[in-house]
T-cell receptor, first 114, second 112 residues
């Protein structure tokens, strides 16, 4: 079990630039989630995939955000035209849709927009 | 919104049991109680979950009251590495499209 892997772990970007984060879920996990966490707050749900299908999006996911999971394995989260308010940790998680469906998180990708 | 209520912070002496309470008075019959913790700057770590029976694993024990309106997470012998924010979450276990909804959790400080 290699766990959920996220890349890059840290990213500093200038306002207005685009950034992309990658998530590799636990092998054979067919569900994949993205969360965002700002300082002092708990993680907030952004979106969820079942295999390659994006089944739910939070209202927090503005039109500058896009997530994909093209082959039902890894996923990317792209933020276009970044704003300072996008500075946060972006967490990826995965689960298997059998048993208890326990969700396991990666270590997160920190984004700082300057 | 989170369906649970937790104290914002607690202290525990190293080597003693840490008992973290959680209220979930509106829990539904098919909702499980999940506990996660988050050590500074890391992703949330799954600890344990349960429906109505008490549960124990290598990390902790979960005690759920008979009416299921509250629960307690017990770390039997707290160490400094257990210092973290602990989140209590209620969720339907087998439904992937009910994401975990995190509140602000309890910040546990284990003191030497």
């Amino acid at each position: 079990d290699t766990g959920v892997s996220q890349d890059p772990r840290h990213k500093i970007t200038k306002r207005g630039q685009n950034v992309t984060f990658r998530c590799d879920p636990i092998s054979e996990h067919n569900r994949l989630y993205w969360y965002r966490q700002t300082l002092g707050q708990g993680p907030e749900f952004l979106t969820y995939f079942q295999n390659e299908a994006q089944l739910e999006k939070s209202r927090l996911l503005s039109d500058r955000f896009s997530a994909e999971r093209p082959k039902g394995s890894f996923s990317t989260l792209e933020i276009q035209r970044t704003e300072q308010g996008d500075s946060a940790m972006y967490l990826c998680a995965s689960s298997l849709d059998v048993g208890g469906n326990t969700i396991y998180f990666g270590e997160g990708s920190w984004l700082t927009v300057v | 919104d989170a369906k649970t209520t937790q104290p914002p912070s607690m202290d525990c002496a190293e080597g003693r049991a840490a008992n973290l309470p959680c209220n979930h008075s509106t829990i539904s019959g098919n909702e499980y109680v999940y506990w996660y913790r988050q050590i500074h700057s890391q992703g949330p770590q799954y600890i344990i979950h349960g429906l109505k029976n008490n549960e124990t694993n290598e990390m902790a024990s979960l005690i759920i009251t008979e009416d299921r309106k509250s629960s307690t997470l017990i770390l039997p012998h707290a160490t400094l590495r257990d210092t973290a924010v602990y989140y209590c979450i209620v969720r339907v276990a087998h439904s992937g499209n009910t994401p975990l909804v995190f509140g602000k959790g309890t910040r546990l400080s284990v003191i030497a």
